[in-house]
């Protein structure tokens, strides 16, 4: 067993979420709330030492006064506490915004649509490899009926219900390997926590 | 009949209990199953031993926080390992917050390792010189387009608020031409927005470490070669061990071979829960 | 003028952006570092706005003494213990407030820490692996009781969990090696397939939304008001 303070402090908390498998109850109240307290105290941290202190005190210090601009447009968002002035949080959000939709627009078309088109297409040297080649010819058959499937604007009559059905098929294959691999992360989650209970608290597990 | 339906109703905390059961017991009396490594774990472990470490460096982003810890920290772990063991630089940079502390500690723990084993300088990890701990970006899209000319730039200091430019290792990997892969370790869609926005637009090699949950997703980009390589889950995590352990006989805990035994225990429970629930269903139903 | 200019910063910044992916120009790159600079710094403002939310509902519960108000005292009191911990202490613990203190244990004297770090690893670090690891039993629960093969699709979806749930696990590969082949095989080829055609629905609708915003179209950032 463990004399360590911090990994009794730690193990408490631990049984104290836990005890939401009995039911709702003050010491998993008190933990919920912890932890959110505790985060957004971490991220204030983070954010005066790693982001203000070297981003823009450090290069004022150093003569390079640019970074008011920067600044003054990022603490705009404080306006959104003051109701008067609340409009003003619209310039830094319209700026991130702008920024991320631009960059994203080329980047997510090439990367999700592009490339993955070139990766489905059946190429005559991909038949080379009967195996590889049967496997090509299934996620191509897969990619378009599973697009078939998705497309809601007409009702699936005539060619686009057989198509659509094999869609479901391999959605449905799909899923079922998604729940597998879910089952196996949320059992790796409750394992991590057993074995710092068992292991570093109590020493049963050696 | 009368089983099956209160079968059917059991109270949900036994359910429970059988749950903590199937992981406590293999946990406490485990027992050793040859892992096997997927083709997806075995093509990043190549990935990474290809890297030569006197001209690149890889970059390790600590893309979780501890939500996923337990299935994420043994890769981190892992790949250090493999990364110190072959003398590899490595950067180490966090996209949430909260993902920092993990990257500190497992590189912390790591270097512990090394150096406990080290006899001389030449022999030990060194800050600076081994690897650099990055820190946070605050806006990441920003950070990961900068770095594609200047990483001095993108992490003007770096978590201990040393200079990252003055760094003995930062003055020659300057950018992504010096970075020989990047390894996203994440809890959400984080390696697709590596590959997204750094694999498409600076054609540098993007792997990932993933949670189970996610794994499934990235297999498009895994068959395309956008994605090189994947550990998935705790057992991508295993085999990953294996493989380090079993090339450069590292030492240090080996966290998720050891959790392999209750998570096989484990599967077999919940699929036995799913068959009782089933042959449950239809014994009623069809009474009914 | 208070919609329009950020309606038009959206839009101009927004086509900088995409235009400079296809400029290796000079001036366009320099201009692009310059932007990402800044937006770093005005990024790193935006933590400002989820701080501020939360600090502002916690102190609403506790004046209108709403269900449960006594917790958020809780919450205030440690962002408050943290933040002045970690900025006093700093990130390693060597700032200028003390964050350690010596004791003496029959096993002989040694230094607790009660550093940032020392907080996240033992506070925080169990507690938000803590939550999600309760999943583990929701999930089993709710496999017992919802998992049921009423259609051949419904039992399409079980087998294929069935095959992956063993064939990840090396108990799979003990039980046959045929089992861990199997299962990558519904990995590379029906779940790659699938995930794929959703792929493209998502990377469309990321594309079509991010054009919505800029053009204009999608206003609801802009919040109420003038």
């Keep these: 067993m463990s004399f360590d303070p911090w990994i009794w402090i730690g193990a408490l908390l631990t049984l104290a979420i836990f005890s939401f498998l009995y039911r709702e109850n003050p010491f998993y109240r008190f933990a919920e709330h912890l932890f959110v307290g505790v985060a957004n105290g971490y991220a204030i941290t983070v954010m005066w030492h790693l982001v203000l202190t070297t981003r823009v005190i450090t290069p004022l210090r150093g003569g390079n006064f640019i970074v008011i601009i920067p600044t003054l447009i990022g603490m705009l968002y404080f306006c959104r506490f003051m109701p008067r002035f609340a409009w003003l949080v619209r310039f830094p959000i319209a700026i991130a915004l702008g920024f991320s939709a631009g960059v994203s627009i080329p980047a997510v078309l090439q990367a999700s649509f592009i490339k993955q088109i070139q990766g489905t297409i059946v190429y005559p040297h991909t038949l080379v490899n009967w195996q590889q080649g049967l496997w090509a010819v299934i996620i191509l058959i897969g990619v378009i009926s599973t697009i078939f499937y998705f497309y809601f604007s007409r009702e699936h009559t005539g060619i686009l219900k057989p198509v659509s059905y094999i869609g479901i098929i391999f959605i449905m294959i799909g899923f079922g390997a998604s729940f597998g691999y879910t089952v196996m992360a949320r059992l790796s989650l409750l394992i991590g926590r057993f074995y710092f209970l068992f292991k570093d608290w109590l020493g049963i597990i050696k | ?288 | ?226």
């Design chain 2, 1 to 288: 009949m009368k089983i099956w339906s209160s079968l059917l109703k059991i109270d949900r905390r036994i359910i429970y209990l059988a749950v903590a059961i199937s992981v406590l017991v293999p946990l406490i009396f485990p027992f050793s199953i040859p892992t096997n490594v997927m083709p997806p774990t075995q093509v990043l472990f190549n990935a990474v031993d290809n890297i030569d470490p006197d001209n690149q460096a890889m970059l390790i982003s600590v893309d979780y926080d501890p939500q996923t810890m337990p299935e994420l920290q043994p890769m981190l772990k892992a790949l250090l390992r493999h990364a110190f063991a072959r003398r590899l630089p490595v950067l180490v940079m966090s996209w949430p917050v909260q993902g920092l502390g993990l990257g500190k500690k497992g590189l912390d723990e790591v270097t512990a390792e090394f150096n406990r084993l080290a006899q001389t300088a030449e022999d030990s990890i060194i800050y600076g010189r081994d690897y650099v701990f990055l820190g946070w970006p605050p806006y990441w899209l920003a950070a990961v387009l900068r770095m594609g000319s200047d990483i001095g730039q993108a992490f003007p200091a770096d978590y201990y608020k040393n200079r990252t430019s003055a760094l003995e290792l930062m003055k020659r990997i300057k950018n992504y031409n010096d970075i020989g892969l990047i390894i996203s370790i994440a809890g959400s869609a984080a390696p697709q927005s590596w590959i997204t926005y750094v694999n498409t637009r600076f054609g540098v090699r993007v792997g990932a470490g993933s949670t189970a949950v996610s794994a499934p997703d990235f297999y498009p980009f895994l068959n395309t070669g956008q994605m090189t390589g994947m550990m998935a889950g705790l057992k991508g995590a295993s085999e990953y061990e294996h493989l380090v352990h079993t090339r450069y006989k590292t030492t240090g805990e080996m966290a998720a071979i050891r959790g392999m035994s209750s998570q096989s225990i484990a599967h077999l429970a919940i699929l036995v829960l799913v068959v009782i629930g089933n042959i449950g269903y239809f014994v009623t139903r069809r009474k009914q």
């Design chain 3, 1 to 226: 003028m208070k919609r329009k200019i950020p309606l038009i910063i959206v839009l101009v910044l927004g086509i900088t952006m995409m235009i400079q992916f296809f400029i290796p120009h000079k001036f366009s790159k320099d201009i692009y570092m310059n932007i990402l600079d800044w937006i770093a710094i005005i990024g790193a403002f935006a933590f400002i706005l989820g701080l501020g939310s939360i600090i502002r509902h916690h102190i609403d519960k506790i004046r209108r003494k709403k269900e449960h108000w006594p917790y958020s005292w809780v919450t205030l009191i440690a962002i408050v213990m943290t933040a002045i911990i970690g900025l006093g202490g700093g990130m390693e613990g060597k700032g200028p407030l003390p964050v350690s203190f010596p004791i003496v244990t029959s096993a002989g004297a040694r230094v607790i820490s009660y550093s940032i770090q020392t907080i996240y690893e033992n506070i925080m670090a169990p507690l938000g692996a803590t939550m999600f690891a309760l999943l583990a039993f929701f999930m089993a629960s709710a496999a017992y009781r919802a998992f049921r093969a009423r259609t051949m699709e419904a039992t399409l979806l079980l087998v294929a969990a069935f095959i992956v749930m063993v064939g990840v696990v090396p108990l799979g590969h003990f039980i046959s090696p045929r089992l861990p082949y199997l299962a990558q095989c519904i990995m590379d080829v029906p779940n790659t397939a699938s995930k794929r055609g959703i792929l493209f629905g998502v990377g469309l609708g990321v594309a079509a939304t991010s054009l919505k915003i800029m053009l204009g179209i999608e206003r609801n950032w802009l919040g109420g008001g003038k």
